[in-house]
């Protein structure tokens, strides 16, 4: 499939979370304690090395203090954490709000779009009336100056009288008929038909104008929207760092604490516990990865087979991979229209069932976006994605790679927001993708919103 290389998100990205300070001042001590352990074990390793002097005995005192100072920091750095904590759920909240402000502007924008080829259709069908009007009457001018330039510009009744003949007689009252029953008729029938026409025009007009002071009202409120994200950001960002100027002063306690304590074993039990767990969740994310990179393939292989869930319109399978984060519903006074799932940047996003792209390439809040139609009716949106694989049009099948998680957009860490339309509207009738994806078979699991 054609793979499309963006040139950057349209809207300001928000980075990664920081992660929180324990894990750096466990870290720091890891490195501390190690050295201090390394150099009396090799003083030991051998009778040939001289074995260095011991290490000095702290006073209680000493140790109070060192560990005043650091609680002292630790304290600070544990308040700032939870003023980023607010600030990041704010952050979260303006991004959500941001997101939902730039779809009602597409949404908006679409109907504007609708709104001006009505009006101008409606202008083309009140010029063909008025056309046919015209030449209705062109008709009859022209019958009424050739009856004239004949002498029999006389009523009806004399104009028959006038005749020379019974041929005569018998072609002027045809034409008296046909004027009569046909040309003033139809005439009169168009002139109606231009009326209602130019009716239907004005208030295809006055929709237009409707729906551009709806997209001007819904551009507005985008920008508010943004500028609130930005201001977040840069309260997000100040918090930030102040949050780091006290984490290395409690970086610098907790050396002077261990230099003091020298916490060899305790802590190698802690790192030997850490690099267990995430050694399981590195293993767990890359057997999910490895799952729904098999259950792809297979699909692909064998379009038909009898794996994975089935409904009358095809296949179903998992569309990413993950952790879900934040679930579809009401935030903040609007509504999150899908479910965020958290995995690495470049994480594989698949087409949960065949269907043809409706679009695929910059989208508002978003960043960049990949909107499939599926063969069941229902739109599939992938938001915030890093770069995708198809182009609008393109016919994909059920497990077929479409795109990849990123970080785009609004968005405050690597991420796909998901989103299931029913009704296979682009931008409205949001469902929950958890609840449909588990209907069908696909387990997603459960989320609580």
């Not at 479910?339 to 994480?347: L, Y």
Request: glycine share 10%.
């Amino acid at each position: 499939m054609h793979q499309r290389r963006p040139t950057g998100p349209l809207t300001p990205r928000i980075g990664r979370r920081r992660p929180v300070a324990r894990r750096s001042v466990r870290a720091l001590r890891t490195a501390l304690v190690g050295v201090v352990a390394g150099a009396v074990l090799l003083g030991s390793a051998g009778t040939a090395v001289a074995l260095p002097p011991p290490p000095p005995n702290p006073s209680d005192s000493q140790l109070g203090a060192a560990q005043g100072t650091k609680d002292a920091a630790a304290a600070e750095v544990g308040r700032l954490l939870g003023l980023l904590a607010g600030a990041e759920a704010q952050l979260e909240r303006v991004g959500i709000q941001a997101e939902a402000a730039g779809t009602a502007y597409e949404a908006a924008k679409e109907a504007l779009e609708m709104a001006q080829a009505a009006a101008a259709q409606a202008a083309l069908e009140l010029q063909a009336a008025a056309d046919e009007v015209a030449a209705a009457e062109a008709r009859i001018a022209l019958f009424s100056r050739d009856s004239y330039m004949q002498g029999s510009s006389l009523a009806s009744s004399a104009a028959l009288l006038d005749s020379r003949g019974p041929g005569e007689l018998i072609q002027r009252a045809a034409m008296l008929d046909y004027v009569a029953e046909n040309e003033l008729d139809v005439l009169g029938t168009l002139e109606v038909a231009r009326i209602r026409q130019a009716n239907a025009e004005s208030s295809a007009r006055a929709t237009r104008d409707e729906r551009a002071a709806a997209e001007a009202s819904a551009e507005e409120t985008k920008a508010a929207a943004d500028a609130q994200l930005a201001a977040q950001q840069a309260a997000y960002a100040e918090v930030d760092a102040q949050k780091a100027q006290y984490e290395e002063q409690l970086k610098a306690a907790e050396i002077q604490l261990l230099q003091l304590q020298g916490a060899r074993n305790a802590h190698d039990q802690w790192v030997a516990q850490k690099q267990a767990e995430e050694a399981a969740a590195a293993a767990a994310a890359e057997r999910a990865a490895r799952a729904a990179e098999e259950a792809a393939t297979a699909a692909r292989n064998d379009p038909g087979g009898s794996g994975g869930a089935s409904s009358g319109s095809g296949r179903y399978l998992k569309p990413f991979s993950g952790r879900v984060t934040s679930c579809f519903g009401p935030r903040w006074g609007v509504n999150h229209n899908g479910v965020d799932v958290a995995s690495a940047i470049g994480t594989p996003l698949y087409a949960p069932i065949s269907g043809t792209v409706r679009r695929a390439g910059a989208a508002t809040g978003f960043g960049l976006a990949v909107y499939l139609e599926g063969d069941d009716g229902a739109i599939y949106v992938y938001g915030h994605i890093n770069d995708y694989f198809v182009r609008t049009g393109d016919r994909v099948v059920a497990g077929e790679r479409i795109a990849e998680v990123g970080n785009r957009g609004n968005s405050t860490g690597p991420h796909v927001h998901f989103e299931v339309h029913p009704n296979g509207s682009m931008y409205t009738g949001a469902a929950d993708p958890v609840s449909w994806l588990n209907a069908r078979g696909v387990t997603v699991g459960a989320c609580g919103g």
